[in-house]
């Protein structure tokens, strides 16, 4: 079973979240119609939070959130000439008092060689406060940003809807969508691209990127 953990591990994670969010804390089957209807494609739900755990229990070699990275990058106009699957890694709560156990939550790391580039998708649930929380010190990472800069991002995505667009941060590396959730607790995508907070995808495309992915997140 693949584990990893944010960049700064266990209680310097916990410590750098802590000073971000102290800077926050002032503001069924259907018919296949192009085959005769007899064929049947299983219906699927929005992923849950205890879905989720259960996935990054056991996240196997392939991704288990069912993203389909070429089709995402297709609909979102970017030409890139291979995607090559990469690492999956799961992680739970593990006993110490970092970010992930405080939240009760679960989160699924997919690596993915897109074109050049390297792509990460992280998929986050918690059980209690916001998805996007436990992702800040590596948004802050890949996207290079002041802390300044990722409060104001990190406001935004909280205020957004799941469901709406993704929120693009500044460099234009990194972007996070709220994801619909089948039960309570709160689910996020985070999609970095490139390296040192740069990408060779234009920020509307990692944004439309994003979404799709986001769109697609079932079980």
Same mark, same amino acid.
């Not at 609909?75 to 890139?80: D, K, Q, T």
């Not at 929380?133 to 991002?153: E, F, N, S």
């Not at 993704?166 to 234009?172: D, E, K, L, S, T």
């Given at each position: 079973?693949?584990?990893?953990?944010?960049?700064?591990?266990?209680?310097?994670?916990?410590?750098?979240? +802590?000073?971000?969010?102290?800077?926050?804390?002032?503001?069924?089957?259907?018919?296949?119609? !192009? $085959?005769? &209807?007899?064929?049947?494609?299983?219906?699927?739900?929005?992923?849950?939070?205890? =879905?989720?755990?259960?996935?990054?229990? @056991?996240?196997?070699?392939?991704? /288990?959130?069912?993203? #389909?990275? /070429?089709? +995402?990058?297709?609909?979102?106009? +970017?030409?890139?000439?291979? *995607?090559?699957?990469? !690492?999956? #890694? &799961?992680?739970?709560?593990? &006993?110490?008092?970092?970010?992930?156990?405080?939240?009760?939550?679960?989160?699924?790391?997919?690596?993915?060689?897109?074109? +050049?580039?390297?792509?990460?998708?992280? =998929?986050?649930?918690?059980?209690? $406060?916001?998805?996007?929380?436990?992702?800040? /010190?590596?948004?802050?990472?890949?996207?290079?940003?002041?802390?300044?800069?990722?409060?104001?991002?990190?406001? @935004?995505?909280?205020?957004?809807?799941?469901?709406?667009? /993704? *929120?693009?941060?500044?460099?234009?590396?990194?972007?996070?969508?709220?994801?619909?959730?089948?039960?309570?607790?709160?689910?996020?995508? *985070?999609?970095?691209?490139?390296?040192?907070?740069?990408?060779?995808? !234009?920020?509307?495309?990692?944004?439309?990127?994003?979404?799709?992915?986001?769109?697609?997140?079932?079980?």
């Amino acid at each position: 079973m693949g584990k990893r953990r944010i960049p700064g591990g266990g209680l310097t994670v916990a410590a750098v979240v +802590a000073a971000v969010l102290a800077a926050c804390s002032s503001y069924g089957g259907t018919k296949d119609d !192009s $085959g005769g &209807g007899e064929e049947k494609k299983p219906t699927r739900s929005p992923l849950s939070v205890g =879905t989720l755990r259960k996935l990054a229990a @056991e996240p196997g070699t392939t991704c /288990p959130v069912p993203y #389909d990275v /070429p089709a +995402a990058l297709r609909a979102a106009g +970017a030409e890139v000439d291979r *995607v090559e699957p990469g !690492s999956v #890694d &799961g992680e739970l709560p593990d &006993g110490l008092d970092t970010p992930l156990a405080r939240a009760n939550g679960a989160l699924i790391v997919c690596g993915y060689r897109v074109g +050049a580039e390297r792509a990460r998708l992280f =998929t986050v649930g918690v059980a209690r $406060g916001d998805a996007v929380d436990v992702m800040l /010190p590596q948004i802050q990472h890949d996207a290079r940003m002041g802390r300044g800069a990722l409060r104001r991002y990190a406001e @935004e995505v909280r205020e957004s809807e799941p469901g709406d667009a /993704p *929120v693009v941060a500044p460099g234009g590396s990194v972007a996070a969508a709220r994801l619909r959730t089948a039960g309570g607790g709160d689910l996020a995508l *985070v999609v970095t691209v490139g390296d040192d907070g740069r990408t060779r995808l !234009s920020r509307h495309r990692v944004g439309a990127l994003t979404r799709h992915l986001a769109d697609q997140a079932r079980r």
